[in-house]
Every structure is written in structure tokens, then in C-alpha cells.
């Protein structure tokens, strides 16, 4: 258990639906970042918050936004859903008492569009 | 910007045997780290082994080690007496000032 937590682990929706994907970083982590891998791909990063501010952005449509709470957690939106969004969405999380640590993955959550 | 490339899509290794997944990278930053993932069939990310750009000395785990080298920008794993539980993505990753970059994975069958 990796302590990263994402809900909902699946999600089947229609095409032009809104979604919100949600992610509990570990405990004391205050980054998170946010990943997408379609079926057999790589992993693309689409965003990344610290304390509660965007530290870096990816590839990341207009139709998606992403924010980090007070209490860490963060939730990632995709809107006006298309076929092509269909994939594994990850969210990932790191500390900071050290400089750069290694990311911590949830479990995913997989999202449908039909 | 940072790159990250691994340039075998596939590999096999016989069950017992040694493998070794190339990873290259690219960057101008001098601090840094890297990483090698692991992605069974269950799509969860774990991580095997971790670097850091200022240690000279290779990083090790139990049958998984790498071969750093700074200079030629190259981080490759060597998994020794494979398992069939290696079967997996292996996805080679650089972490430097912000945000981590993946290469796009090397596929690991196990022959028994």
C-alpha cells in the first residue's frame, strides 16, 4: 500500500460528460501530480501542485483543471469527455524532506468513455 | 527540457537468467534523480530502485541493480536470476527541479 489513495478506482461515463477524479496524498506529502497512461502507453504528466498552488504544468487540455485543497487532498476534472479520453488517470504524491524523493502512486483510477 | 527515452519497446529473458533494460536521458540541470518503475499487470506503479545523479556508486536492490553512467547520460537496469513475477512495464524515470518524466516503458516477459 503505497498510502496514496484515488477514488473512484473506476468510472464509465458518456461522451461530454464532466468527471471528477480525487486523490489523498500521503500523509505529510504536499506535492501531487497527476499522470495520464492510455492503453499501453507512457505515463504524461499533465500536472503538478505543491501546498496547495500549480508548481508545473504537462499536457493538459483546456477541458481538464486540476486544484489541491487546504487539506492536501486534490481533485482532477475532466469535462466535455471524449472517446480519446478514455485511460488509467494516476495520481502520484512526494515529500519534501528531501529534495526529490521518489513518487508515490495510487492505484489509478480507470476511465471509461462511451 | 528533459527527456527520457527507452528504446526497447520488448524484451525476454529466460526464467533464472539476466536482463538488462537500457534507459537514456537528457537534461542540464546537475542535480537530479532517477528511477526505474515497475508496472505488473495490476497497472500499479511500484518502484524498484532509485539514483542519485551525485552518487557515483551504482544502486543496488537485492537482484535489481543499475549501471549509472553521468557522463554518456545513460541509467540501465540489470535484473539477475529473473522470476516470473518480473513480468511487467519497466518505466525509467527522471525527477529533477518539479515534475517527473517517464520514458515510454519497456515491456519484460518472462520465459519459464
Known amino acids: 500500500d503505497s498510502g496514496v489513495t484515488q477514488t473512484p478506482k473506476h468510472l464509465i461515463t458518456a461522451t461530454g460528460q464532466r468527471v471528477t477524479l480525487r486523490c489523498s496524498p500521503r500523509?505529510?506529502?504536499?506535492?501531487v501530480y497527476w499522470y495520464q497512461q492510455s492503453l499501453d502507453q507512457g505515463l504524461q504528466f499533465l500536472i503538478q501542485y505543491y501546498n496547495g498552488e500549480e508548481r508545473a504544468k504537462g499536457n493538459i487540455l483546456e477541458r481538464f483543471s486540476a486544484q489541491q485543497f487546504p487539506d492536501l487532498h486534490s481533485e482532477l476534472n475532466l469535462s466535455s469527455l471524449e472517446l480519446g479520453d478514455s485511460a488509467l488517470y494516476f495520481c502520484a504524491s512526494s515529500g519534501d524532506r528531501e529534495l526529490n524523493t521518489e513518487a508515490f502512486f495510487g492505484q489509478g483510477t480507470r476511465l471509461t468513455v462511451v | 527540457a528533459q527527456t527520457v527515452t527507452q528504446s526497447q519497446p520488448e524484451m525476454s529473458v529466460q526464467e533464472a537468467e539476466t536482463v538488462t533494460l537500457s534507459c537514456t536521458y537528457d537534461?542540464?540541470?546537475?542535480?537530479?534523480?532517477l528511477f526505474w518503475y515497475k508496472q505488473p499487470p495490476s497497472r500499479q506503479m511500484i518502484l524498484v530502485i532509485r539514483?542519485?545523479?551525485?552518487?557515483?556508486q551504482n544502486a543496488t536492490e537485492n537482484r535489481f541493480s543499475v549501471n549509472f553512467q553521468k557522463a554518456a547520460k545513460s541509467f540501465s537496469l540489470k535484473i539477475s536470476d529473473s522470476q516470473l513475477g518480473d513480468a511487467a512495464m519497466y518505466f525509467c524515470?527522471?525527477?529533477?527541479?518539479?515534475?517527473?518524466?517517464f520514458g515510454t516503458g519497456t515491456r519484460l516477459k518472462v520465459l519459464a
Open positions: 500523509s505529510g506529502d504536499l506535492s
Open positions: 537534461t542540464s540541470e546537475s542535480d537530479y534523480y
Open positions: 524515470a527522471y525527477k529533477g527541479t518539479y515534475k517527473y518524466i
Open positions: 539514483q542519485e545523479a551525485y552518487k557515483q
